[in-house]
């Protein structure tokens, strides 16, 4: 639902909602007619809330799209992904916890090798270390452009973060990457007429980084793209009423849902910092965001085995965070991440919504199959869940009379 | 679907549609692990129909969305209850009957209480006797306006009805109801330009409103909102090529029935009036609109058990009805009234549509569980039941060759 349509339905209530995202939930059998990793996992505690609660598969984003990681939460979130979309340098940022600014460009960079034609060779320097890609950062940080800050930051291996800070700069910049060997980077074209000063600063910083990469072969040139500036969305707690904090252990996460204005707490490292997060925090937020890395993880590497693991461990965790006695509590992932894939995909992900008002249905296991019969549908789009979550929360009025 | 695609598809036939209304048919468990009142409820008939047709549930307006009964029969008649909205006040004028003519002005009042200040101290004045609303508003409608007819009309207890007849009057106004007590009641003030005129008015009747009203505390004010006129609608003849006619208890669902235009048969006392009335005018429609309200007030008044009787009396006349050999059988609930929650609620909404060409699924009970598993899914937007309707009448043409 539009936010304009909920927004004067929101009453106040007292009520408490959590969301536990398992990265990757969903999953494929790893042979055939075999059960998924989450089938496959011991799970007693989601199958109990499972058979309480209402159980169904959402889709991301839309059918047959694989989403990464910024589209699929802010659907979890009730942003439509598609109308608000983050750029690939904003998300780099979020990354590696760099401090954007309202103003700054920010741009993925990749480190590169061209011949002595200027031709891109290897669009990834041969994966250069994290340590040479540090010392490089800190060189091309020390250039300087006129009237504009600069922040050239490692994330890893051969990919960093661009961010020009200062007066009159945009997004509006087509990418140097040419995707391609054997063709030059492009030209950093303005998209629209106010893109024209970041472009011309982003050819100078080209230029200079060629000149002084040049002797650092492979890494002797930078691809640059995903130019984009941080977002100015409707914020959560106005849009759905709600004092929202997150808890996760990854920089990106927590930095979707600063985006989206959420309060973050300070990273935790395993599941028992997140279940002491919620503790001490429980009192003073109205919807937790808790982020679950692993199984994503253990997919994108293709450890079947690994991801039912996790999966049990998150399991066993649920009746310690029950007892905090969450209001609605809905269990779900981002996206599907079958380890036979060993990449995010586009399969509907198992999601069960419990709450004192939800109508059970007949589903007493939580998984992929078992949860095609749940009272959500075997398809519903991610951004449902929010305004769901609300109305279980009892924090919406009726519409018309 | 938009009409606009519709419209082109449509086709003579002729078939005939009954579209049978239970208020609030939906509902939750009355204890954890139990049934709901349908599912509780014998129900062999509607068993019967379900078994032999297609079932579902549906979403009223959207998800999590609590619909008030217009915006949920609205969506039930085929029209999109989010594009087509209609104001409280002409909502207050369908319940209670009143004529309303296309430019009237209508907004829902409230006798009120304020103290000496000015401040309201009990929005709706100890909620007064519906015969001492009468005295009240017969004394209100002898105010005169210059150049503007004016109606009061006593709806119950505390609330009435006002309306503004006259030239250069729209429903743009504010809501004088602060909503809250301890504040002054709000000047009307119009939302455009074009709102100013009746701002005006309805400013002067406030003001001498609040000198006829002076010595009657608690009932010495009055307090409106939902401005509003009556919605100039695409036609449900026009729209789906059907001639309608609604039978009901209850004025406010004959009244919107007539807001798209269906005929309206004299209001029912009762299930064997509203058989008498499908037989004496089967000839004369091809698309019946029956509203039994039983399940929805019980549903208010938290009385489950009386739910699961007044499902089983309409149970009984399904047979009655089916007598008449309609072509197409449709028995839903407008929304869910969860006798625990004794409100009105955002579940979906048990379904089951019947024609010799509708493709039986494996539903064998007419219930909320039962029904998940049903051809029409767990989760149809209401407003698509209309197109199916069409579809099972053989009422829609091929679209493209």
Redesign the interface.
């Known amino acids: 639902?539009d936010f304009e349509?909920i927004r004067p339905?929101l009453k106040s209530a007292e009520t408490k909602v959590l969301l536990l995202v398992l990265d990757g939930l969903g999953g494929l059998p790893l042979e055939k007619g075999g059960s998924t990793a989450l089938e496959a996992a011991a799970t007693p505690h989601l199958d109990d809330l499972a058979s309480?609660g209402l159980c169904?598969l959402h889709r991301p984003i839309g059918p047959g799209i694989t989403p990464g990681s910024g589209p699929a939460h802010l659907g979890l979130f009730g942003y439509d992904p598609v109308k608000y979309q983050v750029g690939r340098g904003v998300l780099a940022a979020l990354g590696i916890d760099f401090d954007l600014k309202p103003r700054d460009v920010a741009a993925r960079g990749n480190f590169c090798t061209v011949d002595e034609n200027g031709l891109v060779q290897d669009r990834r320097a041969g994966r250069i270390s994290t340590d040479k890609n540090r010392e490089l950062c800190s060189l091309l940080e020390k250039m300087t452009l006129p009237g504009v800050e600069l922040f050239v930051k490692t994330v890893k291996e051969h990919r960093f973060l661009l961010v020009l800070r200062g007066e009159n700069l945009t997004g509006q910049i087509g990418d140097t990457d040419p995707q391609n060997v054997n063709r030059k980077p492009l030209e950093p074209e303005p998209r629209s007429p106010d893109g024209a000063r970041a472009a011309a600063m982003i050819s100078k910083f080209v230029e200079q980084a060629a000149g002084i990469l040049k002797d650092h072969s492979p890494a002797n040139m930078v691809l640059l793209r995903g130019f984009s500036q941080r977002p100015e969305w409707p914020l959560f707690d106005e849009v759905f009423g709600m004092k929202a904090a997150a808890i996760a252990a990854y920089p990106m996460y927590l930095g979707l849902a600063k985006l989206v204005g959420m309060n973050t707490l300070p990273s935790v490292r395993s599941m028992d910092d997140a279940l002491a997060g919620l503790k001490s925090n429980w009192p003073n937020y109205d919807f937790f965001y808790v982020h679950v890395k692993g199984p994503d993880s253990a997919g994108e590497d293709g450890d079947f085995h690994r991801r039912i693991r996790l999966i049990e461990e998150v399991d066993g965790y649920v009746p310690k965070i029950m007892e905090l006695d969450p209001d609605v509590m809905i269990v779900t992932g981002d996206h599907s991440t079958p380890a036979v894939l060993k990449s995010h995909s586009w399969h509907p992900v198992p999601v069960v919504l419990w709450s004192r008002?939800c109508?059970?249905?007949?589903v007493e296991r939580f998984g992929e199959r078992a949860c095609l019969?749940?009272?959500?549908?075997p398809y519903?789009p991610a951004v449902?869940?929010m305004?769901?979550?609300?109305?279980?929360a009892l924090r919406?009025?009726?519409?018309?009379?």
């Not at 109508?359 to 007949?362: E, M, Y």
């Not at 019969?373 to 549908?377: A, C, D, N, Q, V």
């Not at 305004?387 to 279980?392: D, E, K, Q, T, V």
Request: hydrophobic residues 45%; glycine residues 16%; neutral net charge.
């Open positions: 639902m349509f339905l309480r169904g008002q109508r059970p249905d007949c019969s749940g009272g959500l549908g519903i449902d869940l305004p769901l979550a609300l109305a279980n919406l009025d009726k519409f018309g009379a």
